[in-house]
């Protein structure tokens, strides 16, 4: 870590003191206290709804804070606007990515700062030059020209990498960046953290991956809702210290009950046979019984999310069949797939799987409106009313009110209510896309939990994760996938760490 100074002798590069902000029934930051020093990687952890994400708005320049002072470059600042932070220095990664999808990635990249050549035209060939300096300073093999829309989340997020370097900030947030990297762009993405912090720069990492905090950290603070637990030295604190900052309570990391191994008595819920869409997936076979857990893993890109879309109706196939309890549904038909009782809990909560908009109460409703209508016509307000206080109550989700819009939520807050209206439907199959992804600790125990309940009740369960830990806590047996087909199903009896990987890259 830094010790530089100014000339006055601080050797803050941010100093925050006293930071409140306060929402109509939530204090989001109680007086919070937080400090960077040059050189420096400070990384942030708490649970969702912690406050995390309101420390990032305000000095971001996204809200207001409603009290306290911040000094940055040891002057007093009030950010106005994001534009407004980005002049004084400071670069925001967001967990969410805020785009243009129909652009190009180097239009992405200098949005509001597009180059203009002669005339007022934009400047094209300088564009994509000085974007292809960015892009290649860290090894991203994205080309400049690229539609932004057609790239993977996991390339998005290294445009978004290039962005904040290109803005030559002195302190750059990265938001949870590796919740949708592969291993290889993560090690790139620490690589170029440590550039930066060579560089003087100040870096805040948020990540609810406790091992990259342990891996790239120089101190590390807990919030807790809203209010700061302690600030250590990576060196001074363990994982262990830091979940009970965090969650103020132990957490069980082991499995939450026995392997289950259901025999030829057990029914088969649902059963896939020779799936195929062309170029995605290949001739995909697989089953789920009443009560089993089958997980599915694999690297990016080898094809598990495009499985769950297809069988769900969302994503066409050309060929093969899917039953549930051994009746053949249509392919391709969404809405056949929810009358035959599958759901999809959907990786991107915000843009598949939620109305962020709407309130709680009509986003839990939502699926279900044909049940909470009288005689088939009139939605019963006092049925829905119900319906959603009693699954916001099941879920423990945190909210002042029903009526409080979704947007307005930390993310696993949001995953909670994506989970309460199908859990209100009562489905037979339930798929879980990353179900913790960008979650907290303390909510990925309620998350894990809830899932095993399921099973419990006969559910057949499909999850899709790249966490090989929640893989080998939770499933019962794992699919694992390279290149769009299914390369091995190990028992989690039997699986490993290494077992799984190896699979993955399609080795044997």
Request: hydrophobic residues 40%.
């Amino acid at each position: 870590m830094s010790e530089q100074q100014f000339e006055n002798g601080s050797k803050y590069l941010l100093e925050v003191k006293g930071l409140k902000k306060i929402y109509p029934g939530v204090i989001a930051l109680n007086e919070v206290d937080f400090d960077i020093h040059y050189g420096e990687v400070h990384c942030l952890v708490g649970e969702n709804g912690a406050g995390k994400s309101t420390l990032i708005e305000i000095l971001g320049g996204t809200i207001a804070q409603d009290g306290g002072t911040i000094k940055f470059e040891d002057k007093k600042v009030n950010f106005k606007s994001p534009k407004n932070a980005q002049e004084k220095g400071i670069a925001v990664l967001h967990q969410e990515l805020p785009a243009l999808p129909d652009l190009t990635v180097a239009e992405n990249i200098y949005v509001s700062r597009l180059p203009i050549g002669k005339f007022g035209l934009l400047d094209y060939k300088k564009l994509y030059k000085e974007a292809n300096y960015w892009l290649d300073l860290i090894h991203s093999e994205i080309d400049s020209r690229e539609i932004f829309g057609n790239l993977p989340i996991a390339k998005q997020q290294l445009v978004s990498i290039a962005k904040a370097l290109s803005l030559d900030a002195k302190l750059i947030f990265f938001d949870e960046p590796s919740a949708v990297l592969t291993l290889t762009e993560l090690d790139r993405l620490f690589n170029i953290i440590k550039d930066l912090k060579n560089q003087q720069k100040g870096i805040v990492y948020i990540s609810h991956r406790l091992d990259e905090i342990f891996e790239i950290g120089d101190r590390v603070t807990v919030l807790r809702n809203g209010n700061l637990v302690e600030t250590n030295t990576v060196t001074d604190t363990t994982k262990d210290d830091l979940i009970r900052q965090m969650v103020g309570r132990e957490v069980n990391e082991v499995r939450l009950r026995d392997c289950y191994t259901p025999d030829e008595t057990v029914p088969i819920v649902i059963e896939v046979k020779n799936l195929n869409q062309p170029g995605v997936l290949n001739d995909i076979n697989f089953h789920v019984t009443a009560g089993e857990i089958v997980g599915f893993f694999g690297l990016v890109g080898a094809g598990r999310t495009e499985i769950a879309r297809a069988i769900i109706g969302a994503d066409p196939v050309k060929s093969g069949s899917i039953s549930i309890r051994g009746t053949m549904i249509a392919r391709n038909n969404p809405q056949k797939a929810l009358k035959s009782g599958m759901c999809l809990i959907p990786e991107d909560r915000k843009l598949q799987g939620l109305l962020l908009h709407k309130s709680i109460r009509e986003n839990i409703a939502l699926p279900s409106l044909s049940d909470l209508s009288s005689a088939g016509m009139w939605l019963d307000s006092g049925a829905v009313s119900k319906r959603a206080r009693n699954f916001t109550e099941k879920l423990s989700i945190k909210t002042p009110s029903i009526e409080q819009k979704t947007k307005n939520l930390s993310g696993g807050n949001q995953q909670k209510i994506v989970l309460a209206k199908w859990l209100s439907r009562d489905m037979e199959v339930y798929i879980f896309d990353e179900p913790t992804r960008g979650v907290d600790v303390g909510a990925k125990e309620e998350i894990r939990k809830l899932i095993i309940e399921l099973a419990a009740a006969g559910k057949a369960i499909i999850l899709i994760s790249s966490e090989i830990p929640e893989i080998l806590t939770l499933s019962d047996r794992v699919l694992v996938m390279h290149n769009g087909s299914i390369t091995a199903d190990i028992p989690v009896t039997k699986a490993t760490q290494e077992k799984l990987l190896r699979s993955s890259m399609g080795e044997a």
